[in-house]
């Protein structure tokens, strides 16, 4: 391609030539021809729906590990988080601890989880094992399938029968819910991380058959350079910022700084790299590509939604960390998205966690699964829901468009992972259309990065002359992960190119028909709108705005607001709407439901949910939420009619009563595994943990109330317990505890007790930032509880339509 001008002030533009697909489009047997499902196909770039290229986001719920009256509103958050399909482990631990005993009732009913699901307008991934991790005990296998004398993993034919039972109990329980010919299981992953038995994974898929279940898509995790049999799985990749799975003093491993680059290499053998090596399981060094089959779409079922607590490290991932892992997937070439957890939950009782004590090289706490997921185990929402819910909105909008787009590297890329000057960015375009997006990521934990000083880029889609934007270099600020359009024709007008993220379009209000393309304002980036010459941008009054002319085309600064400009070009007109940055972080966006209805924009800073049919509810404090929805007709915002249906919002300080003080010294190491500190024992927890009683308010109890518990505190390990029993427990790492007070059990006769053990100065820990400052600063070790909260915020709910 030619070279670019130099920018003013001499700063060249980045440059990126689009290269085509370097394989043809192909249509593998699944889906296809095999386990074919009406209106549902597979190729080696996309998944479609009627026709349509889509790119599914899956989250990972486990239903074992909720309340079953909790899933119907779970589900809610999860679905207004842009999620499309669930994914969910079957653990056979939790279904029959006792061989013979199997139970598919109450939270462990899978067939009703599976139809709440599909009542809210979601998909379901079922990840059958047998065995699954997720930090439980055994990797999910009972104890008396752990203890059996077969060779677990393998075709064993005393192993197979064991499997061939419980996969006969899963099929029984789903009766026909699993069936590839119609039902909402869109896909079922065979084992977990199994790295070296391809034969083991097809006979897995012919036990499940057997059981009467299928499904158009099987899936197998593919990280760790796993050996799958060719064709025969959808292999899914996984990618984390951060982990609790390396030694306490590690530093931040390239495996995790890998992720916050864009890269066309998708294997990361760092996860679970540490229970690899204690099995022996890890496959032979380079037998595999790190990037993805010619035969399937590159395609993750664990990216980062947020990650465990590990007694010996306990990261705690910022939303833009997990936000910033899942856009480079986007840009890397993504064709799904999904996230482990995207809603965490609680560990039955027992001791059915991850453990030391149980052979494994992480003790986790053994109620508490908040996994930091943009869904809390409280069911409060986390800031990473706002962050990736504008991705995913993009995603409903214009993935069938960026699903044809491949990904392309610019000529110029970071020399490697310690690399902080270099700017980081890919392309993704349709070389035949000529539209695409570009995509920056400028962000990274642990590292600080530096403002870059000056960006221009230029970009060549297809035969036509390269695209040079913005018009002047620009200071890309920490923090910035933007998706820019590029040659984008919608309603009948044409935008060259935005220095603004595309969130969404809407459909044009009643009697005009001009859509609305809504785009976001990244900090300190002016949004500059670059047209064709001769057509023509219009404020809200209707006067034409002035522009300037740059690479043949004009370009236009645009203020971003809450009223949009009108692009009028020779064929049409397009309204385009650019949200102020902080207005963006607000903004939620309701896809059509089952129901039919339309696309709609909300800003809200209260959390919202919704179901199939789209109608919202709200949970709010104040006296009024505030919700706004966009109306495309009066091109402005316009208040959405809700109603409260559950008691006032109340909140209040929760006073404490000492019982007992903890222990004036506490061990230093209350035990180690390999090489790692060990969780204290429940009789070092009790000896040494101070007691707190919780005067709760008899409102908590009230009918129609939903009360939480924010705890802010500092030391090593808290439980909660109600009348004597931990309802759920956490691992300190300086982030606020919540605890559905409903949720634990609580009555207006319960004792509710707060047990915190201290952590001691020095302990062999690895804890965040700010948590190890404050340790560092107590004199020999930290207990405190800094402030209790009991918060219960109304529900206010959208009138249903009528007719």
Known sequence: MPTPPPAPGGTAPLALVHHPWSTPLVRPAMANEEDRRAGLSLTNRWLERDGRPVVPVSGEVHYSRLPRERWAERLRCVRAGGVTVVSTYVIWLHHEPERGRACFEGNLDLAAFVDECERTGLDVVLRIGPWVHGETRNGGFPDWVQAADVAHRTDDPAYLDLVREWFGRIGAALAGRARAAGGPVLAIQLDNELYDQPQHLLTLKRLARE???????????????????????????????????????????????EHFFFSHVWDDPGIGADVRARTGTAAAAGAVPRSPSTLFPPATCELSG???????????????????????????????????????GTNPAGDAH???????????????????????????????HAELRRQHAFLAAFGERLATMPSSLPLVRPTGVEDTTTLRWAVRADAERGDGFLFVSWHQPHVPLDTHPGARFSVRVGADDPLVLPSRPVAVHAGTLARWPLRLELGGARLEWATASA?????????????????????????????????????????????????????????????????????????????????????????????????????????????????????????????????????????????????????????????????????????????????PSAASFDEHAAVLRLELPAWVADPGRDPVLDVDWAGDVAELRVDGRTVTDRFWDGSRWTVSLRDAGVSTTSEVTLHLLPLAVGAPVHLPADAARRLAGAEKQLGALDAVHVVDAATWTEPVPVG
């Open 354 to 384: 991850e453990s030391h004590a149980t052979g494994y090289p992480n003790d986790v706490p053994r109620r508490g699964y908040d996994f930091h997921a943009p869904v809390g185990e409280a069911g409060t929402l986390a800031p990473s």
């Open 503 to 679: 969130l969404t379009v809407l459909p044009g209000g009643p009697g005009t028909g001009v859509p609305v393309l809504v785009l976001t304002a990244e900090d300190g980036v002016g949004c500059e709108v670059a047209v064709p010459t001769g057509t023509v941008l219009e404020g809200t009054d209707g006067a034409a705005l002035d522009g300037r002319d740059h690479e043949g085309l004009r370009v236009h600064d645009v203020t971003p607001g809450e009223g949009p400009v009108r692009v009028r070009g020779p064929r049409g007109a397009l309204d385009v709407l650019v949200l102020p940055a902080a207005v963006a972080r607000q903004a939620w966006v309701v896809e059509p439901g089952t129901t039919g209805g339309a696309r709609r924009l909300l800003l809200s800073a209260a959390p919202l949910a919704w179901g199939a049919d789209g109608v919202v509810t709200c949970r709010a404090s104040g006296e009024e939420p505030g919700v706004r929805v966009y109306d495309a007709g009066a091109r402005a915002f316009a208040a959405l009619p809700l109603q409260r249906t559950s008691p006032p919002g109340r909140r209040g300080a929760v006073p404490v009563t000492a019982l007992r003080e903890a222990s004036a010294t506490v061990p230093v190491l209350h035990g180690e595994f390999g090489g790692r500190a060990s969780a």
């Open 306 to 344: 947020g990650m465990a607590t590990a007694y010996h490290r306990r990261p705690r991932p910022a939303a833009l960390d997990v936000a910033a892992v899942a856009h480079c997937k986007i840009g890397n070439g993504s064709a799904w998205q999904g996230y482990y957890m995207y809603a965490g």
């Open 211 to 257: 059981a009467g279940m299928s499904a158009p898509l099987w899936t197998a995790t593919a990280w760790g350079s796993a050996q799958l049999p060719e064709g025969e799985v959808l292999p899914l990749y996984g990618g984390y910022g951060d982990g609790f799975w390396v030694d306490a003093d590690a530093p931040w491993d390239p495996t995790f700084r």
